[in-house]
C-alpha cells in the first residue's frame, strides 16, 4: 500500500537559517512520482517540484533544493537561507502505477520562519 | 493561461442544507480529481472524473455526496444534507493525462463551514 510520511509536524526557524524538511515514501511499485506542495496562510496548493523514480538526480531551484534516495525511500527538501515568506504547511506526496488515479499526501509540515 | 477555477471560496451552509462546488479546470486539461482536507490534516483523495465519466469514487463518502464533470461547463461536487463533519477545504485539481506525468494543478479550494 502506498504511504507517504512526513514525522515532523511543525518546524520554527531564525530567518536566514537553513531546514530540511523530510518526507519518506512507501510503495511497491517501480515507476512512481513524487511531488511536494506548498500551501501558504492563504490556502492555496502551490506546486513546488515533481521527479519520477527513475531520475535520482538531485534538484537546486534558487534557495530550493530536493534530495531524492531510493536507497532509503525519501525525498527531503531543503531552504537555504530562509525567509518569511517562506512560512507555510509543506505537503510530499506520491503517486504510483496502483494508485494511479490519485496523489497520496502526507499530513505535511508546519514551517514557521521567524523575523 | 487561467488555472484551476474553484468558487466558491468560501461556502456556509447550515446543517441539512445542500452544498455545491465548482471546478473548472485548465484549458486543455480534461482530467479532474477532487481532494478534500480536514483540518490540520492532509489532503485525501476521492473521485476522479473525465468528461461525463466517474472513473474512480474510492475515496468517496458512500451517502450524500455525488460528482459529476458534464461535457460542458465545470465539475461539480454535490454534498446533500450538510454536516458539521463535512466542514473542510475541498480542492479540485486537474491534469492533461491520466498518469499525471506533467503535474496536477489546483485550484485555491472551497472552505465549507457547516453551522
Known amino acids: 500500500a502506498q504511504k507517504v510520511t512526513q514525522a515532523q509536524t511543525e518546524i520554527s526557524v531564525v530567518e536566514k537559517e537553513d531546514v530540511t524538511l523530510d518526507c519518506v515514501y512507501e510503495t511497491r511499485d517501480t515507476t512512481y512520482y513524487l511531488f511536494w506542495y506548498k500551501q501558504p496562510p492563504s490556502g492555496e496548493l502551490v506546486f513546488l517540484i515533481r521527479r519520477n523514480s527513475f531520475d535520482e538526480q538531485n534538484e537546486i531551484s534558487g534557495r530550493y533544493s530536493w534530495n531524492f534516495q531510493k536507497s532509503t525511500s525519501s525525498f527531503n527538501f531543503t531552504i537555504t537561507a530562509s525567509q518569511v515568506v517562506d512560512s507555510a504547511v509543506y505537503f510530499c506526496?506520491?503517486?504510483?502505477?496502483?494508485?494511479?488515479?490519485?496523489?497520496?499526501f502526507g499530513t505535511g509540515t508546519r514551517l514557521t520562519v521567524i523575523p | 493561461n487561467a488555472g484551476v477555477m474553484q468558487n466558491p471560496r468560501h461556502l456556509v451552509r447550515r446543517r441539512g442544507q445542500e452544498a455545491r462546488l465548482r471546478c473548472s479546470p485548465m484549458?486543455?486539461?480534461?482530467?479532474v480529481y477532487w481532494y478534500r482536507q480536514l483540518p490540520e490534516e492532509g489532503l485525501k483523495f476521492m473521485v476522479y472524473l473525465q468528461k461525463e465519466n466517474i472513473i474512480d469514487e474510492s475515496g468517496m463518502p458512500k451517502e450524500r455526496f455525488s460528482a459529476e464533470f458534464p461535457k460542458e461547463g465545470p465539475s461539480i461536487l454535490r454534498i446533500q444534507q450538510v454536516v458539521r463533519g463535512d466542514s473542510a477545504a475541498y480542492f479540485c485539481?486537474?491534469?492533461?493525462?491520466?498518469?499525471?506525468?506533467?503535474?496536477?494543478?489546483f485550484g485555491s479550494g472551497t472552505r465549507l463551514t457547516v453551522v
Open positions: 484549458k486543455g486539461h480534461s482530467h
Open positions: 485539481a486537474s491534469s492533461k493525462n491520466r498518469e499525471g506525468n506533467y503535474g496536477y494543478t
Open positions: 506526496a506520491l503517486i504510483d502505477q496502483t494508485g494511479a488515479n490519485n496523489l497520496f
